[in-house]
């Protein structure tokens, strides 16, 4: 398995969320998440400008297996989308928290944080599915 940044917070949905130097929120999905659904084949991203909503679907991932949302941690404004993404959506599987993410948020409420868990925390929860 590989190890989860300590920086990453998590929705139980198996979304995380980083907070980086200039304030913004980079979105994407957990090494589990990407594990379940098996070979990804197409990433259907947020334009940028888009405004999120914490625990809303806002993108859209196809597997070899099913087609599953993807829920923005916290809300927003789509500031970017991964362009690597609509050439090699497998990048998500190879490295789905690191150069597998998926857009980048101005975040509007940095409270949201708050109620996501963190790297510990999404461990425990997920031993127990």
């Given at each position: 398995?590989?190890e989860i940044?300590?920086?990453?917070?998590?929705?139980?949905?198996?979304?995380?969320?980083?907070?980086?130097?200039?304030?913004?929120?980079?979105?994407?999905?957990?090494?589990?998440?990407?594990?379940?659904?098996?070979?990804?084949?197409?990433?259907?991203?947020p334009?940028?400008?888009?405004?999120?909503?914490?625990?809303?679907?806002?993108?859209?991932?196809?597997?070899?297996?099913?087609?599953s949302?993807?829920?923005?941690?916290?809300?927003?404004e789509?500031?970017?989308?991964?362009?690597?993404?609509?050439?090699?959506?497998?990048?998500?599987?190879?490295?789905?928290?690191?150069?597998?993410?998926?857009?980048?948020?101005?975040?509007?409420d940095?409270?949201?944080?708050?109620?996501?868990m963190?790297?510990?925390?999404?461990?425990?929860?997920?031993?127990?599915?």
């Open positions: 398995m590989n940044p300590g920086d990453l917070k998590f929705m139980k949905s198996h979304e995380w969320a980083r907070v980086e130097d200039n304030g913004t929120v980079t979105v994407g999905i957990s090494d589990h998440a990407q594990g379940l659904l098996g070979d990804l084949v197409y990433v259907e991203l334009s940028v400008g888009d405004k999120v909503e914490a625990g809303n679907a806002c993108a859209v991932v196809e597997s070899v297996k099913a087609a949302d993807v829920y923005s941690p916290v809300a927003g789509v500031i970017e989308g991964n362009p690597a993404l609509a050439d090699d959506p497998a990048l998500v599987n190879r490295d789905p928290e690191g150069d597998g993410w998926f857009f980048k948020i101005r975040l509007a940095t409270s949201e944080l708050d109620g996501l963190d790297e510990a925390a999404y461990r425990e929860w997920v031993k127990t599915l």
